[in-house]
């Protein structure tokens, strides 16, 4: 790992150790992972703004606004970051939040291959370990037969809304598969969309 790399790693470690297990450091870490693995199928893009934009995209996450210790900015000027490499780097992040459908849109390979990477650890078993994960951080129901799934809010009904985590499942997770934008990332979203769609079943099984 570049020194960079490394050193950024260092300085945002306490702030995810202060997020519930949904945003620990560890999902920083399979976001990174997924991250490499894109970008083994992306020769142009530049490795070094994917690794800083990982490592930071959820330093200024709004769900955690009372642990934010610095902003983006203030790392990257930590780090001995140019404005050049800076502007890339928060050009990409920008890009990564769902918010309820309306992110915004993808203005470079690497803010593609960071939200890619980011919402492949939002699918699968870890994207399902991860809902219930943060349901229970915040004192969701697991589920709530009577609740109905919305198929379009405002982002701050999205971010407002006390749902339960399966509920989530239908507002958000299960959407992600058509909207990666990798060919990497479509690829890989496929076989965790399946492993969702069979916990779903067995749940409505097992609940019902
Ligand atoms: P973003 O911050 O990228 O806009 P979300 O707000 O959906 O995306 O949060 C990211 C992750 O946090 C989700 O993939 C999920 O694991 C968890 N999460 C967020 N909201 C909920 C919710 N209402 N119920 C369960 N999990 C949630
Ligand atoms: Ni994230």
């Given at each position: 790992m570049r020194e960079m790399v490394a050193r950024c790693r260092q300085l945002v470690e306490t702030i995810y150790n202060q997020y519930d297990a949904s945003h620990d450091l560890d999902h920083i870490d399979r976001v990174m992972k997924n991250a490499e693995k894109i970008l083994l199928t992306e020769p142009a893009a530049d490795e070094l703004v994917v690794q800083l934009a990982v490592l930071l995209h959820d330093i200024e996450d709004a769900k955690y606004e009372a642990m934010h210790e610095a902003t983006t900015n203030q790392m990257l000027d930590k780090i001995g970051a140019s404005a050049d490499l800076s502007a890339k780097v928060i050009s990409a992040i920008?890009?990564?939040?769902?918010n309820g459908g309306h992110a915004k849109e993808i203005t470079s390979i690497e803010g593609a291959i960071v939200r890619d990477a980011d919402r492949l650890d939002a699918i699968g078993a870890i994207g399902i370990a991860r809902a219930f994960a943060f349901g229970g951080a915040r004192g969701r129901k697991l589920y709530d037969l009577e609740e109905e799934a919305r198929r379009t809010m405002s982002a701050s009904e999205y971010r407002n809304k006390e749902t339960a985590s399966v509920t989530h499942f239908y507002e958000k997770l299960l959407l992600l598969k058509e909207l990666m934008v990798t060919t990497e990332g479509i690829r890989l979203a496929k076989e965790r969309h399946h492993f969702m769609e069979s916990f779903l079943e067995q749940l409505k099984i097992e609940i019902e």
């Open positions: 920008e890009s990564v939040s769902f």
